[in-house]
């Protein structure tokens, strides 16, 4: 069992070169056709006669729309990762590269609309039978953020943070797809949920002091008080 309370899949053999580059051109054929017409234009049959492979073996690959769609994201953020890498966001606090972190993969995003429209679609359709690629989503969002913030061995604290901030983000690209949020009202959500960070730092712990001690500051009014009685 996992920490979720999953049963542990096994593990997948590894693609081949020739799989791989098969299913690279899946992926490439998906995001072609969702950038074009959304998440309709994303047909199986379609997909494989784009990415030239037979039907046949697209679902192999794919068993559904759904689970070709939540791959893409996941290949469309693995291309993120591998820019910010390169182009490393300039912040000086952890909020503020998470921040500029998420607002870059969000203009990105927002230059194929159609694409992304289909993408969030996909994982909110996804039911129980796609949770292995919902979860790799979740870990390259996850990855994303950590690396932004510049931690490797997160604490439980943080973790709960990153959390928070990818809800927050999805919700905000659900949002400004519909047309109920503007590209100004996101950033003010990505910039307020990104403040998390600074809360959750082990520094911060310290300003605050540890669960049940009173801090200073505010001691000395007290015993002040107690003193002119």
């Not at 820019?83 to 995003?109: D, H």
């Not at 953020?145 to 604490?155: F, R, S």
């Not at 998390?196 to 002040?224: F, H």
Request: hydrophobic share 40%; proline share 7%; with cysteine.
């Amino acid at each position: 069992m996992t920490a979720q309370g999953r049963p542990t899949m096994p593990a997948t053999p590894p693609l081949t070169e020739r799989q791989e580059a098969r299913r690279r051109r899946i992926l490439h054929a998906s995001a072609r056709l969702a950038s074009r017409g959304g998440f309709d234009a994303v047909q199986m049959r379609e997909v494989a006669e784009s990415s030239s492979v037979a039907l046949g073996t697209l679902y192999r690959y794919f068993p559904s729309k759904i689970h070709l769609l939540v791959a893409t994201m996941q290949d469309q953020l693995q291309q993120m990762h591998t820019t910010l890498r390169k182009r490393p966001p300039g912040g000086e606090s952890p909020s503020e590269r998470v921040a500029e972190t998420l607002m870059r993969a969000f203009r990105a995003l927002q230059r194929e609309p159609h694409l992304a429209d289909a993408m969030v679609r996909a994982l909110t359709f996804a039911d129980r039978s796609v949770s292995p690629e919902v979860d790799t989503v979740s870990r390259q969002t996850t990855a994303i953020i950590l690396d932004a913030m510049g931690i490797e061995h997160p604490t439980p604290e943080q973790l709960s943070a990153v959390r928070v901030i990818e809800h927050t983000w999805h919700s905000a690209l659900i949002t400004w797809l519909s047309g109920r949020a503007s590209i100004a009202q996101v950033k003010i959500d990505i910039e307020t949920v990104c403040r998390l960070i600074d809360l959750t730092s082990p520094d911060a712990a310290t300003e605050l002091g540890a669960p049940g001690s009173v801090a200073p500051d505010r001691a000395a009014p007290k015993a002040r008080r107690g003193g002119a009685d």
